[in-house]
């Protein structure tokens, strides 16, 4: 690579893809009131795909404008059950109330990308994911929760598909790496095209 390539997200899940597609990456988490920025989309009407790739835009212009001459790649996942926005759950009752709410019901991922080059967008892309959830019992959605808190806090809806979560589910249809958070082969597909990583 000629120029840095930095993920500007703490997501671990995100560098772990990375770097298991070899693509060199530096981490460097941006800085943004998520939740201010979401909630001022929502007052303006905003769709969840609309608010999936302005969160990432918001990242990686913040990173962008500290590293002059980087590719620097936002990147930011909407829940959405209808046009509702759900954001992390922060205690398990939270979770425990969006599990319930999407129990029984079809729901879609939206995973935002947008990289930028000396303050300016460069590339974007949001992939979408539609999933339908099972109609799983209390007693096993309170197991689930006190088995997988720890991890399931830190993901809108209260899940990871890639652990027990897949439990919850009926119906998946959608990219694998864009309901993980990173649609990673169109964003493969850039980088090589942009000879920012070998084709």
């Given at each position: 690579m000629t120029l840095p390539?930095?993920?500007?997200?703490?997501s671990e899940i995100r560098a772990e893809l990375l770097r298991k597609a070899a693509v060199?990456?530096?981490i460097e988490p941006a800085r943004v009131d998520e939740s201010a920025i979401r909630d001022s989309l929502a007052a303006e009407g905003a769709s969840p795909r609309d608010v999936a790739d302005a969160l990432s835009e918001y990242k990686a212009r913040r990173?962008?404008?500290k590293n002059p001459g980087a590719f620097?790649?936002?990147?930011d996942q909407v829940l959405a059950l209808g046009r509702e926005v759900f954001a992390k759950p922060?205690?398990?009752d939270a979770c425990r109330e969006q599990l319930i709410r999407l129990r029984g019901e079809r729901h879609h991922l939206y995973s935002g990308a947008v990289i930028y080059q000396d303050g300016e967008p460069i590339w974007r892309h949001v992939g979408v994911a539609r999933l339908v959830m099972r109609d799983f019992s209390d007693a096993y959605l309170d197991d689930y929760i006190a088995r997988n808190w720890d991890s399931v806090r830190h993901s809108v809806g209260g899940?990871?598909?890639?652990?027990?979560?897949?439990r919850l589910f009926a119906r998946i249809e959608g990219d694998h790496f864009t309901i993980l958070g990173l649609p990673l082969?169109?964003?493969i597909a850039f980088l090589q095209a942009r000879e920012i990583i070998a084709a």
């Open positions: 390539f930095i993920l500007a997200s703490g060199p990456h530096r990173v962008s404008q620097v790649l936002g990147c922060e205690t398990p899940y990871k598909l890639e652990e027990e979560g897949v082969l169109e964003l």
